[in-house]
């Protein structure tokens, strides 16, 4: 869906500049992405249309790793690094934490299964046991 307020910075064809008739509506304003690192824990709490609230968390240095899949059994351990990360490979490279990225740990690798950028916790699944 377009924002209404994107169009009013867009210029005409001719490349004249658009003035904005209105100025931005509460319900326009963009929130940007919290992106999750490795270190010490830090959460950020925001307030989300409709009054609900998000709990972001902006850093952390544990994970919940379930540590057997059949008991259900998990564990709260350290994270050394994050290994991979799908999403964008610049936050491979800066450690940025995101659902689907593959971190090490204490007990081994694991995938994150939460997202920690809005759940505020990060939770995964090990893969590979040392």
Avoid at 24 to 33: C, F, G, L, Q, T
Avoid at 76 to 102: H, Q
């Amino acid at each position: 869906m377009k924002r209404p307020y994107e169009n009013l910075e867009k210029r005409k064809v001719t490349g004249g500049r658009r003035r904005a008739s209105r100025g931005r509506r509460r319900y326009e304003k963009d929130m940007y992405p919290m992106e999750t690192t490795v270190g010490e824990h830090e959460v950020k709490i925001r307030r989300v249309r409709g009054g609900g609230i998000k709990v972001s968390l902006v850093s952390d240095q544990f994970a919940n790793v379930i540590v057997d899949r059949r008991t259900g059994q998990s564990k709260r351990v350290k994270i050394t690094r994050v290994i991979a990360n799908p999403a964008d490979r610049d936050y491979e490279r800066r450690g940025v934490l995101t659902r689907g990225s593959i971190i090490e740990t204490e007990v081994g690798r694991a995938t994150v299964t939460s997202r920690p950028s809005q759940d505020g916790v990060v939770n995964a699944v090990l893969t590979e046991g040392k």
